[in-house]
């Protein structure tokens, strides 16, 4: 799966430590590398769609720049805009000069870029082979553009940079500063109730509500269907990883006004690079480095990363004017204590209640009924959602058509898991306890791919994923099925046979 896309998981994340990119650096990072994939734009649906940027090209031209025959030029002027301009800063010292930065494909073209921040970004010129490209770059500590300070040959296009920057950051803070309030009611709510004046008070009120009301984890069990993903995060599960810490905080930053989008790609420690005999630095990216983040637009450095989520190697919130210092001053200015939630909880537990209540309206409690008596209470759960998941994979071009995976959540569990509704975080424990012959991984793994193809873009989901999934549900099929006494066993094969023909 693509570490570029905009979809907020629903479920858990199960990175595999394969190998993507292998990096290659004239001079090693000494800040963490961001290589963003992918910018969101609008927020639709648990899912953020692609950055609008195209959109604002145009609005620059017909509200500010005016350019005619030139209008073609504005986007590449401001994609390379921020590098372009400090290069040419007046007394810059030879040992920050840029950096060079090549990015090969482990597993060949893939059809994604990852960019660092800060670089130069031509897609004509700098792919030099078919698994291959390269960028030059400036770290964010060595970003210092002061417009009164350009070299004197570069006087006239520092102009022209000045009044492309302006343009661009009058539309995107029109665009990006837009939000669905009707599908986060709390999320507006929350930070109407709490103004803030100024970036820094809105960066530090984030990471307090989120580091003081949830806890990091990659297994945070399968949210419920009938929840927004961002807000149930936030305000019911409380668990969660980079995309929900991301996109709880995007949403955040621009209810409050501030211009962000929600990015995903690579983020790479500098302990990451080894040096090489030839004097330059190689990294290999696993996927265990895919990552989410918030983006905010700060003058004279454009978008520019906001790490929010809690980092086991105790990396925190830098930008430029804001690093711990500042975070643990506004903290202390406003009396937040960290280590007590800020956020009411008193009626989550009623609203877990009404959630339930309202999910299983939705149950096939006949169907359940039917199936329990055949194949007994453990096997039952398995095996039918199973059989669907086999079913629809053997007839996978009608359901990517229609959706149809999404309909394996509608299925309610019964027998010895009945306290379950598929997305605990235990669920896969649970599963591969009831099942012996498969793993944990498996199980998990078969909710993955299901959740994948529900939520995402079904045709997105790599084959082999369908493929093992597959393989585990025949596993688990022909265990429920071995269990069965004769006559249940046909009672059982009718009962889905029927179900076949309705899909």
């Known amino acids: ?55 604002i090209y ?17 986007s590449g002027i401001y994609e390379s805009l921020y590098f372009v301009t400090n290069q040419n800063m007046m007394g810059r010292e030879e040992e920050n000069l840029d950096r060079m930065l090549l990015v090969r494909y482990v597993n060949g073209w893939q059809g994604d870029w990852y960019a660092p921040y800060y670089g130069m970004w031509s897609r ?13 770059y400036f770290q964010q500590d060595e970003m210092d553009i002061q417009w009164d300070n350009i070299r004197p040959f570069f006087s006239d296009n520092g102009s022209m940079y000045q009044e492309v920057q302006s343009a661009y950051e009058k539309e995107a803070a029109k665009i990006y500063t837009q939000v669905p ?37 990659r297994t945070p069990g399968m949210f419920p269907l009938n929840e ?12 969660g990883y980079c995309q929900h810490y991301a996109s709880a905080a995007v949403l955040m930053y621009r209810i409050y006004g501030i211009p962000a989008r929600y990015a995903t790609g690579y983020a790479v420690s500098p302990a990451d690079f080894e040096e090489q005999p030839d004097g330059t630095y190689r990294a290999v990216v696993t996927d265990e480095s895919a990552h989410a983040w918030p983006e905010v637009f700060i003058h004279d450095y454009g978008w520019t990363p906001v790490e929010v989520t809690p980092l086991e ?9 804001f690093d711990s210092e500042t975070f643990q001053n506004i903290m202390t200015e406003n009396d937040w204590d960290i280590s007590l939630p800020s956020l009411q909880t008193g009626d989550s537990q009623e609203r877990e209640e009404d959630r339930k209540e309202e999910s299983e309206s939705f149950s096939l409690e006949a169907d359940w009924k039917l199936i329990a008596r055949c194949a ?13 998941l086999y079913v629809r994979y053997k007839k996978r071009d009608q359901w990517i058509r229609e959706g149809g995976m999404g309909r394996l959540f509608d299925l309610h569990f019964s027998g010895s898991m009945e306290k379950y509704q598929g997305w605990e975080k235990d669920f896969p424990y649970m599963l591969a306890k009831e099942i012996p012959i498969i793993s944990k991984e498996e199980a998990g793994q078969i909710l993955e791919t299901a959740q994948e193809a529900a939520f995402g873009n079904p045709v997105e989901v790599p084959e082999k994923n369908y493929q093992a999934a597959y393989e585990s549900c025949l596993k688990i099929r022909n265990f429920a099925v071995s269990e069965m006494s004769r006559g249940k066993r046909l009672l059982y094969y009718m009962r889905i046979s029927f179900r076949w023909f309705s899909l």
């Open 124 to 136: 004509s010129n700098q792919r030099y082979a078919d698994d291959l490209y390269g960028f030059r």
């Open 1 to 55: 799966m693509s570490a570029a896309n905009g979809r907020v998981s629903r479920g858990n994340l199960y990175p595999a430590g394969r190998e993507q990119l292998e990096l290659t650096a004239e001079k090693r990072p000494t800040e963490t590398l961001y290589l963003k994939g992918f910018s969101g734009g609008d927020y639709e649906e648990g899912r953020w769609q692609e950055n609008r940027d195209e959109e």
């Open 313 to 321: 190697n105790g990396a925190g919130t830098n930008y430029p004017g």
């Open 181 to 217: 309030e009707e599908t986060i009611p709390r999320l507006v709510e929350l930070c109407r109730e709490n103004p803030m004046k100024d970036l820094n008070q809105i960066t530090a009120f984030i990471l307090y509500t989120l580091q003081s009301n949830t806890s990091y984890t």
């Open 228 to 239: 927004e993903p961002t807000e149930y995060f936030l305000f019911q599960g409380k668990e």
């Open 58 to 74: 145009e609005l620059m031209e017909a509200n500010s720049l005016h350019w005619g025959r030139w209008k073609s030029w504005i």
């Open 376 to 388: 007994g209470p453990g096997a039952a759960v398995l095996t039918a959602f199973c059989i669907l």
